[in-house]
């Protein structure tokens, strides 16, 4: 793993930030109650880029919201940094798996807009948006609406405003998961290029297990039917990763390896 | 990369044929219009319907430029369009007000709603007597009436709007802390713009009708009083002349709103063509 430790921003590369401890979550319906995660424990640490990987139904996005303190676990907790509470709101950024970009503002705008809620310097933020959507080539497009752009590019300036208000942690719920694959690995490799040069901690949620272990310092493998974390899978491939990287050795065997934890959980329900 | 995504966007050529083809439209709606006058005028002037049921398109005319040429046409036209412009933008403010109080207090939206459906259901022109009674004869009740009737649609439409249908946009909002006033402002008020304007393209018209029956009940200025009084008479030419006014008005206060709308609401898709 290839990292450098230039962070200067609290938390430190590799002190812990999010810290799952027992963390579950059950619904109540009509007909009694389903278990969508039992509990599971682990830490994210800063600058890592982690990925929660699974068939539907795993309870990765649930785990993903919980961990944006979006969701109440049912039990357990999960607590950011040493505060003892959950990631306090606008301390992260998210990305869902639609663009989810407002309609009656402009791209520019619409990357503005955590400055707007959070309160920020208008005059800083209206520039660091600016530089934000060069760095995710959207360059000309700021006055544009929405509704003028590719998929690809509005989940781009998606990923622009998830990041404007320099959060500790972005949260990925299937951010690519709606595009098609070429325009899939080219976002994939400019969130590699982006949480590298600004280290950002990256929980991402994927159903891809290529994407993830491309992508990933480490893969949770979570199966389905009740949900529930399998097994933590380290990534040890040099970075920067190219596309190439796809055909190596260590890459298939590490597809190939959560693929089996997957289907062998899926065999023996 | 860019190239194509530009094709995506706007559909720009759908536009352009439609403009081509729009002379051919209007020449046809033209040629109609102009048959079906001199259609009336020929059977008027030959004597196959009475002037009582259809006068002469000319007796309508002189009708309108003897009205226009005394003043009474131009006092009361303004007269009527004084009461719609005032009781419609009563109306919306206090259902724009009122829709955003009661969908951002769940508690009080339950209370209140059956009463909404009851006043919804009954038609709302009945209570313009009672109106009469209450505050008399005059610019008042006619204002008041307007702003019943143009009301609820723009309430309804308001309220359906103001609920946030986008759970993404919600998520992201709390995920940033958003207040309930950011969330309502930055969110859900932009969000009904659209459903809005669906209700006061309903509303000017119904203020417009609004306006009529009020004249009629219990008013002594107006094109609607105009009508009462031609109508007394026995005087169709006027009574068809006051009805070109009324059209006339309807049409224009449309045009206004499309183009008010066209201008705030652009965002959202087809908004000009939706109903066309």
Redesign the interface.
């Known amino acids: 793993m290839l990292r450098s430790a230039q962070d200067s921003v609290a938390p430190r590369n590799g002190d812990v930030v999010l810290r799952i401890q027992g963390a579950t979550k059950i619904y109540a319906s009509l007909s009694g109650s389903a278990t969508a995660l039992l509990p599971v424990t682990s830490e994210i640490h800063a600058g890592e880029f982690v990925s929660l990987v699974g068939p539907s139904g795993c309870g990765k996005t649930t785990l993903l ?1 919980m961990c ?1 303190g ?1 969701i109440a676990p049912s039990a357990g907790h999960i607590t950011f940094a040493d505060t003892g509470n959950s990631i ?3 301390k ?3 990305v ?3 663009p ?1 970009l ?3 503002r402009t791209v520019l705008s619409n990357v503005v ?2 400055a ?3 309160g920020l310097d208008r005059g800083a933020a209206l520039e660091r948006a600016r530089a934000l959507l060069a760095s995710v080539r959207l360059t ?1 497009s700021e006055g ?2 929405p ?4 998929g ?2 509005q989940q781009r300036a998606a990923i622009a405003r998830a990041l404007l ?1 320099d959060p500790d942690i972005l949260f990925m719920d299937e951010p690519f998961g709606a595009l098609d694959a070429m325009t899939r690995e080219d976002l994939n490799m400019e969130l590699q290029r982006i949480s590298q040069n600004q280290h950002k901690t990256v929980l991402f949620v994927t159903h891809d297990i290529e994407e993830a272990v491309l992508l990933s310092d480490r893969v949770f493998a979570l199966s389905a039917g009740p949900g529930r974390l399998v097994e933590t899978i380290d990534i040890t491939l040099p970075r920067p990763r190219s596309l190439s990287v796809k055909g190596s050795p260590e890459f298939t065997q590490a597809v190939a390896r959560i693929r089996a934890l997957l289907n062998r959980e899926e065999a023996q329900p | 990369m860019t190239a194509s995504d530009l094709k995506t966007s706007v559909p720009q050529s759908s536009t352009t044929r439609a403009v081509r083809r729009f002379p051919f439209e209007l020449a046809l709606s033209g040629l109609i219009a102009i048959a079906i006058i001199a259609g009336a005028e020929i059977a008027a002037r030959k004597g196959w319907v009475t002037p009582l049921v259809l006068p002469a398109p000319s007796q309508i005319w002189a009708a309108l430029v003897d009205g226009f040429g005394s003043g009474i046409y131009l006092d009361n036209t303004f007269s009527t369009l004084w009461s719609v412009v005032v009781g419609f933008l009563l109306g919306t403010a206090v259902a724009v007000v009122l829709a955003g109080i009661l969908s951002s207090l769940p508690f009080l939206e339950k209370v209140v709603t059956p009463f909404v459906v009851a006043f919804q259901s009954m038609p709302k022109i009945a209570i313009a007597p009672l109106i009469i009674i209450w505050f008399g004869f005059g610019e008042v009740s006619k204002i008041i009436i307007v702003l019943t009737v143009c009301f609820f649609p723009i309430l309804i439409n308001t309220l359906h709007g103001l609920k946030v249908r986008d759970r993404d946009h919600y998520e992201l909002f709390k995920s940033l802390g958003a207040t309930r006033w950011q969330m309502f402002f930055r969110l859900r008020l932009p969000h009904a713009v659209p459903y809005i304007f669906a209700g006061l393209h309903i509303g000017v018209i119904f203020a417009l009708i609004g306006t009529v029956v009020a004249e009629f009940v219990g008013s002594n200025s107006g094109v609607g009083y105009l009508m009462l009084q031609a109508k007394a008479t026995f005087d169709t030419p006027a009574v068809y002349a006051c009805l070109l006014i009324l059209m006339l008005m309807g049409m224009l206060l449309h045009f206004i709103m499309v183009q008010i709308e066209t201008r705030v609401a652009f965002w959202a898709n087809d908004i000009t063509q939706a109903n066309v």
């Open positions: 919201k944006a979006l306090a709101p606008g992260f950024g998210f869902f798996q639609a989810a407002l309609p009656w807009l955590p707007d809620i959070l000309g544009k609406y509704r003028e752009l590719s690809g590019m208000h």
